[in-house]
């Protein structure tokens, strides 16, 4: 949303109208004429960049896989599925910190890619062990009768003995991946279709989203869903044909993946938030009503987002479930996209890099609390166990950082940095106190 337009004169020509106050060359460009890249332009973007780079380095050179031995493992696993729930942190703040779309569903996308990767995971390794328990009958095992063995071992434990037909790409790792990119961003396309062009906006469309995962979630708790039921798929760290590499070195497989995987996907976040259509999407968060009145397509904003961002979760959730092992309903369940939307608000709402703070530091604390090495605090009358006040402890700390520091801890970098907000000029753009003004629109 700039104040700079495209006026008509006498003649027919059009010509650009330079906002009163600006002298220079436009915003981005060089003094050459040529424009400045996206990182000199964006400095906190190859500030991030950097900072992941030495901390992937840091932890490799300390893992038991290629390094010291001083990080174990489990830990270097820890940290694997912390960058996946960063990314996806990542993701919710693009459509709820700068789109204004509080979605709580954007769990339910990145377990539907996690199960997606799991499918062939489980298949694929299934397929090995019946294979080479059948290599020892006196006559080869036809295909089908390996079908049909897999299918049992797979579907056994619900009761079933056939693949159901949302198997049937499971034996193609090629199609699992696409499916892990495309069944998020196809659900999340027709689900944000349908709302959007409803115009359903602010609590009501967060209860739909909500809707939308409790339903999923149901269905998966079901044994005729096809996924197992409330059993899930297990075994996801056993990579095929992968028997006679470490763990120790799978694992670092993955940290790499994910730390990989966050870098692109905030880049490519920052690379959206800027420019003009960054300014669209903060005009649509602050006063959807007057963008819309200007000529913008707000619902084809907002689908894009919300399909774009619903991808990224996939992806993450396709990393982070081999690393965790297992994957059942329940972490599709619609307490999960509200934790989501607490790590956002932790980190601070609207700073990509408060995203990423806020679910490493949550992620890290939580490990920590219920994985039973913070003390427990006996009282005399009352034994305080970390295990189960955990989530109480973060639920007040939600409250707390909402009432007190809405900036969350994303925030104090602005403090050290001594960052002010711009200053502010003109009138508001929107009624709510706090909208884009003129001079944070040319900005």
């Not at 062990?129 to 390996?146: F, H, N, W």
């Not at 009145?293 to 907002?302: C, I, N, P, R, T």
């Amino acid at each position: 949303m700039s104040t700079d337009a495209t006026l008509p004169s006498s003649s027919g020509r059009k010509y650009s109208r330079v906002p009163a106050g600006r002298t220079g060359p436009p915003t981005g460009a060089m003094p050459g004429g040529g424009a400045k890249p996206f990182i000199i332009r964006h400095p906190s973007v190859l500030i991030f960049l950097a900072c992941l780079a030495i901390f992937t380095l840091c932890v490799t050179l300390l893992s038991e896989a290629f390094g010291l031995g001083i990080v174990s493992t489990s830990f270097v696993k820890t940290l694997g599925k912390t960058l996946c729930l960063c990314l996806v942190a990542v993701a919710m703040d693009l459509v709820w910190g700068y789109c204004g779309i509080l979605s709580l569903g954007h769990m339910a996308f990145f377990g539907l890619g996690g199960y997606a990767i799991g499918m062939w995971l489980m298949y694929a390794r299934t397929e090995l062990i019946v294979a080479q328990s059948l290599s020892a009958a006196k006559l080869p095992p036809t295909p089908t009768e390996i079908s049909d063995a897999i299918a049992i071992q797979i579907f056994g434990v619900v009761g079933g003995s056939e693949f159901p037909a949302l198997w049937a790409l499971a034996h193609s790792l090629p199609l699992q991946l696409a499916a892990a990119v495309l069944v998020p961003g196809l659900l999340a396309l027709v689900f944000g279709w349908l709302a959007f062009r409803s115009r359903v906006t602010g609590v009501y469309l967060s209860i739909l989203t909500q809707a939308m995962t409790l339903a999923l979630s149901l269905h998966l708790f079901q044994n005729d869903s096809g996924l197992r039921g409330n059993n899930g798929l297990s075994g996801l760290q056993n990579l095929p044909g992968l028997d006679g590499v470490p763990q120790a070195t799978v694992s670092m497989w993955f940290f790499w993946g994910s730390a990989l995987a966050l870098a692109a996907g905030y880049l490519l976040c920052a690379w959206v938030v800027s420019g003009k259509f960054g300014s669209v999407i903060r005009g649509i968060r602050d006063d959807e009503t007057r963008v819309r009145f200007l000529g913008y397509s707000v619902e084809g904003f907002k689908l894009f987002i919300f399909t774009l961002t619903a991808v990224i979760a996939g992806i993450a959730g396709a990393l982070y479930y081999p690393q965790a092992g297992i994957i059942n309903p329940a972490e599709i369940a619609p307490i999960a996209s509200i934790y989501l939307a607490v790590w956002v608000a932790i980190g601070g709402r609207g700073r990509l890099y408060g995203a990423v703070i806020g679910a490493a530091f949550v992620s890290l604390v939580s490990t920590w609390f219920t994985g039973g090495q913070a003390p427990d605090i006996d009282l005399g009358f009352y034994t305080v166990h970390w295990v189960d006040w955990w989530t109480v402890l973060l639920g007040l700390s939600f409250v707390v950082v909402t009432l007190f520091f809405p900036s969350g801890i994303g925030g104090l970098f602005d403090l050290i940095a001594k960052r002010r907000s711009p200053e502010r000029h003109g009138a508001d753009l929107g009624p709510e106190p706090g909208a884009l003004r003129e001079r944070e629109a040319e900005e």
